[in-house]
């Protein structure tokens, strides 16, 4: 069953981007899962690649603080735009902020909360922020994560 619904999101994903003219690239990175040093790679771009564009553009310099300012400009001026808070907390990811990874991807999906790309990034990045320390807090309860 699982293998048939990715099929299918897939396919819808391909036909958006066909017919829509939404145009993806990936941006390739390192994450440490269980321990271990895994490359992952992400789409990066959507509806509007006149943010998304410029912003890959530095990446492929090496310049991912000047991607991050395109995108942050994105949002402050299309900041109903679901996707440019996702490219924004993907380029926020690169860098290992996930702190700020997390704002961005939440914002997306409070936006667009029926979009499965952001629900499954959302997970993705509250997997890997920092953990809390395991002391109790001074109620004796244990010290809620950071956020």
Request: glycine share 8%; with cysteine.
């Amino acid at each position: 069953m699982a293998s048939w619904s990715i099929r299918v999101g897939a396919l819808i994903f391909a036909v958006a981007v066909a017919c829509c003219g939404w145009s993806f690239k990936s941006i390739v990175f390192d994450v440490q899962e269980n321990g271990k040093k895994v490359s992952v790679e992400k789409p990066f771009g959507g509806v509007d690649p006149s943010a998304a564009d410029p912003a890959f553009e530095a990446v492929q310099r090496g310049d991912f603080d000047g991607a991050i300012r395109i995108m942050q400009k994105a949002t402050r001026r299309y900041p109903r735009s679901g996707w440019h808070h996702y490219n924004l907390a993907i380029l926020y990811e690169v860098k290992g902020d996930w702190t700020a990874a997390h704002e961005s991807i939440d914002k997306a999906h409070k936006i667009e909360p029926g979009v499965q790309r952001f629900k499954d990034e959302l997970a993705f990045v509250e997997r890997h922020m920092p953990r809390a320390s395991a002391e109790p807090s001074a109620s004796g309860a244990p010290a809620a994560p950071k956020r």
